[in-house]
């Protein structure tokens, strides 16, 4: 296997490291623009906007480190995955908008947020291997 080699253990470390943090970030955000997310999933019609703000911008942070330190990856995987596929097409039902331009920017949001879905559940597909670079707690 890829990851077994000393590039492949290093790529993966990288990558990892890059998706997870990142994803954390985006948690952190939530927290940081708090008002800001809360009016915006209350236009969308999100029940209880400000919760769900805060429930999901946690679970980008725990998965994120869950991913990039290889603690129960299998879980943090799933919390991003499940962030993403409850909330891209809530939040960014572009086919829904009339203005052109606001469209094309709801479809950009929604295809990085799919994207962002496809490599949760890559990594969970790997979270029963032994990683390489990484704690591999709850492997």
Excluded: C
């Amino acid at each position: 296997m890829a990851l077994e080699t000393a590039a492949g253990g290093l790529a993966f470390l990288v990558g990892r490291l890059v998706f997870g943090i990142l994803l954390g970030f985006m948690g952190l955000s939530h927290f940081t623009g708090l008002d800001g997310m809360s009016g915006y999933a209350d236009a969308k019609g999100v029940p209880a906007p400000r919760l769900a703000v805060i429930v999901s911008g946690l679970m980008l942070i725990v998965g994120g480190l869950a991913i990039a330190l290889g603690v129960y990856p299998l879980l943090g995987a799933a919390a991003i995955a499940l962030f993403f596929l409850v909330v891209t097409p809530v939040m960014h039902d572009f086919w829904t908008v009339d203005d052109p331009e606001q469209r094309q920017s709801e479809m950009t949001d929604f295809l990085k947020n799919a994207t962002l879905f496809g490599a949760a559940l890559v990594v969970a597909a790997l979270s029963g291997t032994a990683w390489p670079y990484a704690l591999n707690i709850g492997l």
